[in-house]
């Protein structure tokens, strides 16, 4: 009976400590952040090539801003900061599209809050 009593006990705790995430340090939040916008990193990579379509010198900078939210570890509040960013207003939006709704997982006991800057630059034509 003790056996099971004790069983029961650590796999509740175990239940609490999965059901109530992780707590990472700056460091590993960031690197995990960073980790997970760059599955998406195709997709932003189509956005740039579609602005090449219509400018071949087309370059700059995105600034995104957003919230990992603490229960789910979905992004959101993903915004354009408009100090940090270059580039033509359609980019801006297609980044925003393709980052939002990402999930941190597992999830994070703390809120985060972070920024990511994408760089752009057209390459030079190749000389024949």
Do not use: H, W
């Not at 056996?3 to 990472?24: D, E, P, Q, W």
């Not at 100090?83 to 939002?100: F, H, M, N």
Request: one cysteine or more; proline letters at 4%; hydrophobic letters at 35%.
């Amino acid at each position: 009976m003790r056996t099971s009593t004790i069983l029961c006990s650590l796999f509740a705790a175990a239940m609490a400590t999965a059901c109530s995430g992780v707590k990472r340090d700056a460091e590993t939040y960031r690197a995990d952040t960073r980790t997970l916008l760059e599955t998406k990193n195709s997709a932003v990579k189509d956005c740039y090539d579609q602005q090449l379509v219509d400018d071949q010198n087309v370059g700059g900078e995105v600034l995104v801003r957003f919230k990992v939210e603490k229960k789910t570890g979905r992004l959101y509040d993903v915004a354009v900061d408009p100090a940090g960013t270059q580039a033509p207003e359609a980019l801006q939006q297609c980044i925003v599209r393709a980052i939002d709704g990402l999930v941190l997982d597992p999830v994070d006991r703390r809120e985060g809050v972070a920024s990511y800057k994408y760089t752009f630059k057209a390459n030079p034509p190749k000389q024949l």
